[in-house]
């Protein structure tokens, strides 16, 4: 985004230990499955500078204080991302109630990490800010959890008339046919459904096409 040309832009919601390890403390039943398209996507976006927003959840101690199995507690080892969602050039944006993001932001580095508390991604007013504002071509949305944040984000830039594209196998779930009626609905407000593989496929194709020949002889792992 660094010449003012409009780009699809990654989000990447909640790839976190607690959600997409074994021991995490609510891992996502289809974890297994979506691993691999999580690490495809992220070294795409680290060879190609894409540029990714991501969203973390970060719940306070005195919050989840009795639950048997609290989830991405800040300061817990479950909280942290998954190291191969972090890319080099990036940047954690504090959490408070103000808007004041510059929408520069990703030009200046290739990766914004934003927090949120309850399940609506919205609910960061910097994150709502730049999922409305920003000059981009397309939403990519992958992560955690198909069923709650990922339907919430998908439906609220829907109605904020952004364009939208969900990859359905880099989404993780933790019930089957919640998450299979979040993708209906979202397709019939007019979401985009993308496998990984086609995703970087036709990305990579329209770098080609472009004259970006420095493509040609690499891979994604």
Request: aromatic content about 6%; proline content about 5%.
């Amino acid at each position: 985004m660094g010449n003012g040309r409009k780009a699809d832009v990654f989000v990447d919601m909640c790839t976190q230990r607690d959600y997409l390890t074994p021991m995490g403390a609510q891992p996502t039943l289809n974890v297994q499955q979506v691993l691999p398209n999580l690490k495809r996507l992220m070294a795409f976006a680290r060879w190609a500078g894409v540029p990714t927003l991501s969203c973390v959840d970060a719940r306070r101690p005195g919050d989840v204080r009795g639950l048997p199995r609290a989830q991405c507690v800040l300061g817990t080892p479950g909280q942290q991302k998954l190291p191969c969602t972090l890319l080099p050039n990036r940047v954690l944006i504090e959490s408070d109630n103000c808007l004041c993001v510059s929408l520069d932001v990703l030009r200046q580095h290739q990766q914004a990490i934003l927090a949120k508390e309850h399940r609506d991604p919205f609910t960061n007013p910097k994150l709502d800010r730049l999922l409305t504002e920003l000059p981009i071509r397309r939403f990519v949305i992958f992560g955690v959890a198909l069923e709650t944040s990922i339907r919430l984000l998908g439906l609220g830039l829907l109605l904020r008339s952004r364009r939208v594209a969900v990859v359905w196998d880099a989404c993780g779930w933790w019930n089957a046919g919640d998450g299979d009626m979040a993708l209906r609905q979202l397709v019939a407000k007019g979401c985009e459904l993308v496998s990984t593989r086609d995703l970087v496929d036709s990305t990579m194709g329209a770098y080609r096409r472009n004259g970006h020949h420095r493509y040609r002889r690499r891979s994604v792992a």
